[in-house]
């Protein structure tokens, strides 16, 4: 019964491949009992990093090869055709390549993470994803080219061919084309990082990612957007997060029978301010009050204050309001509002038809 031939083989021979197959499976499970039981519990007593990088790097590629390997001899010991053996080796060819493009990019991407990663360069850190994910596209291209060759495929008429329908897709995906330029101008012109707010044309929020395509930003309304690359490095980026501080400003508009020694003594109030405000810069270099303007209805006093980093801008800015009202109100301080005063001379009542006026009857009312 051994001898029976099945598809040209013996049942001995496909016996014997399948028990090859079998037992590079087993080899396999020894290996990760191996690495879980002895290898593992090792390196992580050594005080290096390096062990544990060369381990990670090899684990899973190394069980595949095991596996290929174990493959390649049960299926060489069986008889086939020419044309099905040549193809079964190019396969081969093409998986051995990728399975050492796959240690390469395991190794690349755990190096950037432990030497990258360490580094007290707060901005590098926050990009170093774009620059994992580019360094692993470059990879895998390299790779994927080198095996494609490795089994006879004609690289350059590849690359001629890829260039003429490079053209029409190019013409087809040019945002896309943009997007990925632009990612690589956020990462090298660094007008921000992940983590930071910024503002882009109006859209204020924090950068959670840097993609190749585009840039996603979390809303004060806790909503997503995503952003395209290429509008924000042609827009006008504020990096709030890079603000050493935040410059506030308050106008202020007093009634006109304010006198000058009341309007003094309003600037004493506001930049007496700063000190009494937690987060607000009591530095008298920050802090700026003066009489600005004459208005129609009001005497314009403006005010300047910074708030600190830490501080949080909404109740701060909140707390000076509120301060600003308490002082002003203690002091006397009276708050201008739109007025119109209207003159109604006696001559004009009486033409009209109506009762006499005064001769300067003075009304005011909200505008």
Not at 195 to 209: K, M, R, S
Not at 221 to 226: G, L, Q, Y
């Amino acid at each position: 019964m051994l001898e029976y031939e099945i598809w040209g083989n013996t049942v001995q021979t496909w016996i014997v491949s399948i028990l090859i197959v079998i037992g590079a499976f087993v080899v396999v499970k020894l290996l990760s009992l191996l690495g879980r039981k002895v290898i593992k519990p090792f390196i992580a007593r050594t005080n290096n990093r390096v062990d544990d990088i060369i381990y990670y790097s090899l684990e899973a590629p190394l069980k595949f090869a095991v596996m290929l390997l174990g493959i390649w001899i049960a299926i060489h010991r069986l008889v086939y055709p020419d044309q099905l053996v040549k193809y079964v080796d190019n396969a081969y060819r093409i998986l051995i390549i990728l399975d050492i493009t796959w240690v390469l990019a395991r190794l690349s991407t755990t190096l950037l993470q432990q030497y990258w990663g360490q580094r007290s360069d707060g901005h590098a850190v926050k990009m170093m994803p774009v620059v994992r994910r580019t360094i692993l596209v470059l990879i895998w291209i390299i790779g994927l080219v080198t095996a494609l060759s490795n089994v006879g495929v004609d690289i350059n008429a590849l690359w001629g061919t890829l260039g003429i329908g490079g053209i029409a897709f190019a013409l087809a995906a040019q945002d896309t084309v943009k997007n990925i330029f632009g990612a690589f101008t956020i990462f090298t012109d660094k007008p921000f990082g992940i983590g930071d707010t910024i503002n882009v044309n109006g859209l204020e929020g924090t950068v959670i990612d840097v993609g190749m395509r585009s840039t996603r930003i979390l809303g004060y309304d806790r909503r997503i957007t995503s952003y395209p690359n290429y509008k924000i490095t042609d827009a006008s980026i504020v990096n709030i997060s890079s603000e050493p501080m935040r410059r506030a400003m308050v106008k202020l508009g007093l009634t006109y029978d304010t006198g000058a020694e009341k309007m003094k003594q309003a600037l004493e109030i506001l930049r007496a301010i700063p000190a009494k405000i937690k987060d607000v810069s009591g530095n008298p270099s920050d802090v700026t009050a003066y009489f600005s303007d004459y208005t129609d209805s009001a005497l314009v006093v403006t005010f300047y204050y910074y708030i600190e980093k830490q501080g949080d801008v909404l109740k701060t800015t909140s707390d000076v309001n509120l301060e600003i009202l308490d002082s002003f109100a203690k002091a006397g301080l009276t708050f201008a509002f739109p007025t119109r005063t209207l003159l109604v001379h006696q001559d004009d009542a009486e033409k009209a038809g109506g009762e006499p006026a005064a001769a300067d009857d003075t009304q005011s009312q909200n505008s």
